[in-house]
């Protein structure tokens, strides 16, 4: 009896070892956030910041129902916005300057007001504690980590947004070694977006983010960026010659999008498809 007691003894021991063993091996469960979006529903966020950034655009700050909520947003995608205006139900995509990372309880988005805008005029009068509907994530484009070598972009004005985001993700990462280029045109000095937090990335980063301004009026004679828009030329000089490990991003006024995409077809890319999707060479936002 005294030989069966010890055998069950020891084999007790060995199960609980390897369930101790087990259990230190997966290490602590890590609690998933909560994420703010849904894709079939639209939510209400209240603006709770608004910082000016030029004349007629601001970054605007909505807070998510709970400071450990994240919005719950693919870097790479949008989402939307609507309201009722003048009767009429009305929507935009904006895309999010904010990381899920790095922005619990919140996110940002940079919005330029134009005078005949609907969405963008609505949120540029808000006040602080009004809400805005918004739904999401929508989009085909969802960036990971060191999927191509080389991210090629090109950005008009606002159009800037996703860029942004993903050369943001980029520069944070130590473990991503993409490299990026992007031109950048606005129409005066004035109208740059971002570019002091553009210019800290490019710091974090030098070796693989570089940024190329260009104005379409420059203001000063001061001015040491390129001047007029993107040419077959321009993009020539920057960007790395076309091969599979080359993505093309473009985000930005119409008229901009398809001289590029004219451009790039110039330049060995294939064509851009009517509506982009993730796989592709050329990706429109």
Avoid at 78 to 95: F, L, M, N, Q, W
Avoid at 192 to 209: A, G, R
Avoid at 211 to 240: A, C, H, Q, S
Wanted: proline letters at 6%; hydrophobic letters at 35%; aromatic letters at 10%.
């Amino acid at each position: 009896m005294d030989g069966i007691k010890v055998l069950a003894t020891f084999a007790v021991a060995v199960l609980f070892y390897k369930l101790f063993k087990n259990a230190k091996s997966q290490g602590p469960k890590v609690k998933e956030p909560v994420r703010a979006l849904s894709k079939n529903e639209f939510k209400e966020f209240e603006l709770y910041e608004k910082v000016p950034v030029t004349h007629n655009t601001a970054m605007y700050k909505f807070k998510l129902a709970h400071p450990e909520h994240v919005l719950g947003l693919p870097i790479g995608q949008h989402i939307t916005v609507k309201a009722e205006i003048d009767g009429k139900t009305v929507s935009r995509s904006y895309t999010p300057t904010s990381l899920d990372h790095e922005s619990a309880g919140y996110f940002e988005l940079l919005v330029k007001t134009y005078p005949e805008g609907n969405i963008s005029k609505h949120i540029g009068d808000l006040k602080i504690g009004d809400k805005v509907k918004v739904s999401g994530p929508r989009g085909f484009y969802e960036y990971t980590p060191n999927v191509r070598s080389h991210l090629a972009m090109v950005a008009g004005g606002t159009g800037i947004s996703p860029m942004f985001q993903i050369i943001k993700a980029i520069a944070k990462d130590p473990e991503d070694k993409t490299k990026v280029t992007l031109l950048y045109g606005n129409v005066r000095e004035s109208d740059i977006l971002l570019k002091e937090e553009l210019t800290e990335l490019c710091n974090m980063k030098p070796d693989q983010i570089k940024i190329v301004y260009l104005l379409d009026k420059p203001e000063t004679e001061n001015w040491d960026g390129r001047v007029g828009y993107v040419t077959k030329e321009l993009m020539e000089e920057y960007f790395p010659s076309q091969t599979s490990d080359v993505q093309l991003l473009i985000c930005g006024p119409p008229g901009m999008v398809s001289a590029v995409k004219r451009n790039a077809v110039a330049m060995g890319f294939p064509r851009a498809k009517p509506i982009s999707k993730m796989e592709d060479q050329i990706f429109v936002f």
